[in-house]
């Protein structure tokens, strides 16, 4: 006779995502460890359902999300489902799995409960987009942040356009266009993430949380709670290079910020014009654009506008040879669409952002 306990218990082990309920709070756990937790359209509808469940029920007060797994909390999307589905030109998938995601980060940004996203590990693309939009955003000696996009023909999105330009300064731009990996104390410095602490104490802050008392101050309680557990970090490497960032990525163009860092005659400026020279062209001059652009916008009007973009980058040769040299074959050798940053004609950038036929715009 089959063990029926034990086969249930399998399958909700292999779910992608794990909901449970300790104490106040509701727990989310992306489990995707072996693939780095990277999030797929299912766990984006799973998680958008478990939320609208629990925004009405009056005995979850809290949510915290966290990855399973020691390595990441969310390595990013999908990408390689997605280069199947351009493979085979599904377009529909393509349509749903930007439109559902941007959905999902803009509802977490608008929870009426607090949100605390447990960023330890890797925290990147899409993982940003279910962390960076929570109102509490916990990071850690393991966390290591990232929006890496034009390394790959794309663009930072699930907000992007709206959390990088109100990074200090020019750290925000330099960010998006370099996919620069960070740790903890730059994820504090530039407000990308709220709190500080030490990943084994992680487990204690959550059992705190179970038992806490909420009343109508869930988010003070929280804050509270939060502070009692932080910790402080070394100095921040990006406020080191705060005054050298802000200087070249001030430029108006992209390659005035190519010319900007050539003309800088530093280890840094040379190491960052490196980096940049490996991106997609034409993916650095839309993110350029779409962080400049966002820096006015809502995060409504931001995301409104990442699809359109989204919708036309999948439909580009860029994005599909970047996944192909990155994570498909892995040669790191892409073949961009243009051959350096100056073949890119800006009549051909703008064209991205023009608004879709109004039964395919995103409309939040």
Not at 198 to 220: C, F, G, P, Q
Request: charged share 25%.
């Amino acid at each position: 006779m089959n063990d029926t306990s034990n086969t249930s218990e399998t399958k909700v082990a292999e779910a992608p995502v794990l909901f449970s309920q300790q104490g106040a709070v509701g727990q989310i756990v992306l489990n995707r460890p072996r693939a780095l937790n990277a999030l797929d359209l299912v766990m984006v509808d799973m998680m958008m359902g478990q939320l609208k469940s629990w925004e009405a029920d009056p005995s979850i007060k809290v949510i915290v999300i966290e990855g399973a797994g020691e390595k990441a909390f969310c390595a990013g999307g999908d990408i390689r489902g997605l280069y199947d589905a351009r493979k085979i030109d599904d377009e529909d998938m393509l349509d749903a799995f930007y439109r559902r995601e941007y959905h999902l980060n803009h509802y977490i940004a608008n929870y009426p409960k607090p949100y605390i996203a447990l960023m330890d590990g890797i925290t990147m693309g899409g993982g940003v987009g279910v962390s960076i939009h929570g109102q509490f955003r916990v990071v850690t000696e393991r966390t290591l942040f990232a929006m890496p996009e034009t390394g790959i023909g794309f663009f930072p999105d699930v907000g992007g356009g709206y959390f990088l330009p109100r990074c200090p300064g020019k750290i925000g731009m330099y960010l998006g266009l370099t996919g620069a990996r960070i740790k903890a104390a730059d994820c504090l410095y530039t407000g990308l993430a709220t709190h500080g602490m030490v990943s084994s104490d992680l487990d204690r802050l959550k059992a705190e949380l179970a038992v806490a008392s909420y009343d109508d101050h869930a988010a003070e309680t929280v804050a509270d709670i939060l502070g009692r557990h932080q910790m402080a970090f070394d100095n921040a490497p990006l406020a080191e290079n705060r005054e050298a960032i802000d200087l070249a990525f001030a430029g108006n163009s992209v390659v005035a910020i190519f010319e900007a860092l050539a003309d800088e005659g530093t280890e840094f400026g040379k190491h960052t014009l490196d980096v940049l020279s490996g991106k997609s062209p034409m993916a650095l001059c839309i993110s350029f654009e779409q962080i400049r652009q966002g820096g006015e916008l809502t995060l409504a009007e931001v995301l409104n506008m990442e699809f359109r973009l989204s919708q036309r980058m999948v439909c580009k040769p860029d994005l599909f040879e970047g996944v192909r040299a990155v994570i498909v074959d892995k040669d790191h050798a892409p073949k961009w669409q243009h051959g350096d940053i100056g073949q890119v004609n800006p009549r051909e950038v703008s064209e991205y952002f023009e608004l879709l036929p109004s039964d395919k715009e995103l409309n939040l």
